[in-house]
Structure formats: C-alpha cells, structure tokens
C-alpha cells in the first residue's frame, strides 16, 4: 500500500484515475448488490477465495462480532454483515479507502457498521472488546502478520472465536498463537488461507 492516494478525501469509486474493480456481494440481505474499488494498491481477497471462505463460516455467522483488520475494499467485513453478522468495525489506515467505506455503509443502511481510520497496530493498543470473528489479512510482504496475531490474544477473541489469516503462498507462514487450532485451510493462485479456532478457555498464547 505505498502508492498516494487522490487528493481529495471523497469515496474511491469516484476518484479521477484510478484504475478500479467491481466487487459484488456473494449471499444474504446484500445478495448481488456491487460497488467500484479501485486497484493499484488495494488489494481485495479474490473472489474465489471468498466464496470458500463464507461456505467454511455458513453456520457461525449469525449474530457475530466481527472485527475486519486491514480492511481495504471492506470486501469480508461487508459479506459478513450481509450474511447475518450483528456488528462489524473496519480498521483502515487510508483516509480515502476509510471514507469510501463509510459512504458504502450509509448507502447500504448498515447500522450496526463502524470505520476505524487508523493502522492495525495502533487499534489494537486501545482497551480491547472481545470479537467472535476476525479477519487479519494484512498487506503482502509485510512482518506485521505475527505481532498483530499475537495482540488479538490479549482480549480481542471471545471464547471460540473464528480467525480468518490470509498470506502470500510466496512467503512462508509466520508464527501464530499456539493456542489457535487450524480449522481449514486452502491455497488459489498465489494466495494461501486458514481458518483458526480461539479456544473456549483462558489458554497461554
């Protein structure tokens, strides 16, 4: 994410230039419904792997917390709430990538919907609120998928809690809390993807 972003502080699908992308909504209340994302340093989770991902997370959506770090297109955090999630915080560090989700949210009608216009890291030094999914997808050839991991453990995931990781098959899988039990995991393309169980009891990272 090193490119600048446009001047003007208004929703990407408007901004002059920017080559973009049409992402669409797989299932539930949002079912079809599509918005323009632009690319080049947003980088949405492909639709295939999205597709696998909420068939795995079809049973245990209903009524979730979720938490969506490194939000960027707001793609998982949006097919979430679609599918019956309670409430969902999107954690963006890019003011344009933050207000278009906040533009999104409002013509959508999410209530129970909030943008965070900060990094990951420093979300996460606030008090934290237990969370019943997570999804950490932070930006390829970065170090920041461990230690952002290992913060989730200091009271961020309720018991059982659901944590979606996403990585470059490129780079090896970095060290994640022990306590975190693999669930699924696949491979698209150049794209890895694992689904983690918190465990119910208070358990050392």
Not at 85 to 102: C, G, K, N, T
Not at 163 to 187: C, D, F, N
């Amino acid at each position: 994410m090193n490119q600048r972003p446009p001047r003007r502080d208004a929703p990407l699908r408007h901004a002059r230039g920017a080559r973009s992308r049409q992402l669409r909504i797989i299932s539930g209340q949002w079912r079809g419904r599509r918005w323009q994302f632009p690319l080049p340093d947003i980088r949405p989770t492909p639709d295939r792997v999205r597709e696998t991902l909420f068939n795995w997370l079809q049973d245990r959506l209903g009524g979730r917390r979720v938490l969506d770090l490194f939000a960027g297109s707001g793609a998982l955090g949006l097919e979430a709430l679609s599918r019956g999630a309670h409430s969902a915080i999107f954690v963006e560090q890019q003011p344009v990538a933050a207000s278009a989700l906040r533009a999104l949210l409002v013509e959508w009608g999410a209530g129970e919907a909030e943008v965070k216009c900060m990094s990951a890291e420093r979300f996460l030094q606030h008090s934290p609120t237990a969370f019943d999914l997570v999804f950490l997808d932070p930006p390829y050839a970065t170090d920041l998928l461990a230690p952002v991991a290992a913060r989730l453990n200091e009271g961020w995931l309720a018991p059982r809690a659901l944590i979606y990781v996403e990585h470059s098959r490129r780079e090896s899988m970095p060290e994640l809390p022990s306590a975190w039990r693999l669930l699924k995991t696949g491979q698209a393309g150049e794209v890895g993807y694992h689904l983690f169980e918190f465990p119910s009891g208070k358990e050392p990272s």
